[in-house]
């Protein structure tokens, strides 16, 4: 992750937010990289949602409205959420180190022969950490003379026995306090309850108070689904991992609407069309895993919860959350529909019924998703200068292509200010001139530039150009003409 982190900053992917004066921890902000290949992966998400989507199990396209709402809706939208009284995680202190952690994120080894103290470590540790650790602290102990168990099934009574992850003392963590992850701010001049509103922590909500006026303003009917992205934010006790657990972040999300029958069929053409999505963007299957999240886990909203993980490289050889499918049954509308006072029932004039449609909801991290793809990009090659490259599908890559004139002199740089003007009209493509062009091959391949087209002495005798492959390193020519034609083909396959 380290280096992962270091070449995003080094080419201008992804910044400390704040970083001039040392970060504010939870913030990034995507640099000029970053940026084009989060809206690479959010525009292939738009287009198959709602452009271009998916053909339902009748043959003909399904239907996908998109909106986008404001970040801060009426307050009483999280009362009815459940957002207001549960949206919480359980937050543990302690009082020597000063940190704070997450209860459910802490695992403590517990000594099977009920001797000495548990010690405490953070979910992520990896076995060396935990050796080293034990190797100082317990008295000989190894990892095998203990059970592992997660802080917040210990009864907090026993929370004496244990020490805490960053001290060498027992007895420093508090009891875990329920901490709400919302935040706040005042509507208006005045800063009382009365003003009080809630950054959304989730987009769905602006999707479920517009779904009436989506309804009636495009005649949809059931079974059908409201997509949007944008900004959420949470008050994460922790965020960690670079942008995994941040707190502000991007979703993509889809409402499904389906009659209750009807459910179990919508749950498995989803999954599979999730699936069929991460593939396509070139994160494989066997890096996924499904994880059917057990009831006791379950969101207070969802029957049923598939979580599409992906093996990050902090949480290999496990997977962590990459996208949430739920089954939101039919909570949210009736819940916004009993604290608005507003009718939310479908009509189905067929057959003269009305009935509150249940739901499905794939609900993507969009930043998280361009963590996925950079890692799953992330290719040490020893054998070249660079040392590394970006394998991106070339659909994804932020540059398709780079132009790259042989010398800053001679007729090179025309020719290649001509291909760029070219080009540029249907690819976001890079004009390279400075530089020797072994330095130039390696920026682009930390960027995971796919093409590098060079203009050479032979350009002008034969008008024919050097394609450089990113994966293979190797050459060919290609005439002037065909460029765009090479172009076609070998970004829209991929
Ligand atoms: P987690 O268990 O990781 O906290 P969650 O189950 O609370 O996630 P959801 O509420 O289901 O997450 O949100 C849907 C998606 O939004 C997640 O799958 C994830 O991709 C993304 N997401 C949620 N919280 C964050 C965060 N703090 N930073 C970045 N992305 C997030």
């Known amino acids: 992750m380290k280096d992962i982190v270091s070449l995003c900053k080094r080419r201008g992917f992804i910044f400390a937010a704040s970083d ?23 525009d292939r998400w738009w287009k198959d949602m709602v452009i271009t989507p998916p053909i339902g199990p009748d043959g003909s396209p399904i239907e996908i409205l998109g909106v986008d709402s404001a970040i801060i809706q009426n307050p009483r939208c999280w009362e009815a959420s459940g957002h207001v009284g549960g949206f919480c995680d359980p937050m543990v202190d302690c009082r020597e180190s000063k940190k704070r952690y997450r209860a459910d994120h802490v695992f403590v080894l517990v000594p099977k022969d009920g001797e000495g103290f548990s010690f405490a470590f953070d979910k992520d540790d990896e076995d060396d950490v935990i050796e080293k650790r034990l190797q100082k602290l317990a008295k000989g ?19 004496g026995e244990i020490i805490g992850p960053d001290v060498k003392n027992p007895g420093t963590l508090t009891e875990p306090r329920q901490f709400n992850m919302m935040f706040h701010t005042f509507v208006g001049a005045t800063a009382g309850d009365e003003n009080k509103a809630y950054l959304r922590p ?29 900004k959420a934010f949470r008050n994460e006790v922790t965020p960690r991992n670079f942008v995994f657990r941040s707190r502000e972040f991007e979703q993509m999300e889809l409402e499904w609407f389906c009659e209750e029958d009807e459910v179990p069929m919508w749950f498995d053409f989803w999954l599979e069309e999730r699936t069929r999505f991460w593939e396509s963007v070139g994160i494989p299957k066997s890096e996924l895993h499904f994880l059917n999240v057990p009831k006791e886990d379950l ?76 890692c799953q990009a992330y290719t040490v090659d020893e054998s070249r200068p660079s040392g590394v490259y970006l394998d991106f599908k070339p659909s994804m890559a932020p540059k398709k292509a780079a132009i790259l004139p042989l010398t800053a002199k001679e007729d090179h740089v025309p020719t290649a200010q001509k291909l760029y003007m070219d080009l540029r009209e249907d690819y976001n493509v890079d004009l390279d001139i400075k530089q020797n062009i072994g330095k ?23 008008q024919s150009v050097t394609v450089r492959h990113r994966n293979t390193m190797e050459q060919e020519r290609v005439s002037l003409d065909n460029v765009k034609a090479f172009m076609k083909e070998h970004i829209s396959k991929a």
């Open 299 to 374: 969101a207070h909203y969802s029957s049923r919860t598939i979580d599409v993980e992906y093996r990050f490289p902090f949480s290999a050889p496990d997977f962590d959350e990459l996208e949430g499918i739920a089954h939101r049954g039919c909570f949210d509308l009736t819940q916004h529909q009993e604290f608005s006072g507003t009718k939310l029932e479908y009509f189905d004039q067929a057959n003269n019924r009305r009935f509150l449609p249940h739901v499905i909801e794939p609900s993507t991290g969009l930043t998280r998703g361009v963590l996925a793809l950079i």
């Open 202 to 230: 989730e987009t769905c909500a602006g999707i479920f108070l517009n779904y009436k006026n989506v309804l009636d303003s495009n005649r949809a009917k059931v079974p059908f689904g409201i997509a949007q992205v944008g």
């Open 20 to 42: 001039i004066y040392g970060g504010l921890n939870g913030f990034w902000d995507y640099g000029p990289l970053g940026v084009e290949l989060k809206n690479n992966l959010r």
């Open 440 to 462: 130039r091959y390696a920026r682009q391949d930390e960027i995971g530039t796919p093409f590098c087209f060079t203009i050479d002495n032979e350009t002008s005798k034969d």
């Open 141 to 159: 102990k190894k990892v095998e003379d203990f059970e592992r168990t997660m802080l917040d099934q210990i009864d907090p009574a026993e929370f």
